[in-house]
């Protein structure tokens, strides 16, 4: 599966941002697939990610209640909905797959397909 994100720009702290991954290959009902983000100095975390089955999502607690992510499996897209942005969200944003399913949604070991990123930039 191939990745590309999108929807990344310069917001204002409290400001909304839609990001999206949109990919070709496999449906993405067939992934789990996740969000990581890097900020400046720092190492690549965990955001955000669904199940391959659909039916769980984990967020970061960094990110909980501020952020859903989702996917619309027809256009073979996966959003995440950004709401309340601060400037410690500043970073830039990678969607991730897991062609084969390790059994955790969280660690970015586990991801083997990564898209190449979407800068975030919140001002205060």
């Known amino acids: 599966v191939q990745l590309q994100a999108s929807g990344g720009g310069l917001v204002q702290a409290g400001d909304s941002l839609r990001l999206s991954c949109s990919g070709s290959?496999?449906?993405?009902?067939?992934?789990?697939m996740g969000w990581f983000r890097q900020a400046p100095g720092k190492e690549r975390e965990f955001v955000a990610a669904?199940?391959?089955?659909?039916?769980?999502?984990y967020y970061a607690d960094s990110v909980k209640g501020r952020f859903t992510i989702s996917r619309a499996s027809a256009r073979n897209t996966m959003y995440l909905q950004m709401n309340s942005l601060n400037p410690e969200d500043t970073a830039v944003y990678y969607c991730?797959?897991?062609?084969?399913?390790?059994?955790?949604?969280?660690?970015?070991?586990?991801?083997?397909?990564w898209g190449q990123g979407t800068q975030v930039t919140v001002s205060s």
């Open positions: 991730a797959a897991q062609v084969y399913y390790s059994g955790n949604d969280y660690d970015i070991n586990s991801y083997d397909q």
């Open positions: 669904f199940r391959w089955t659909g039916d769980k999502t």
């Open positions: 290959g496999r449906p993405f009902s067939s992934y789990s």
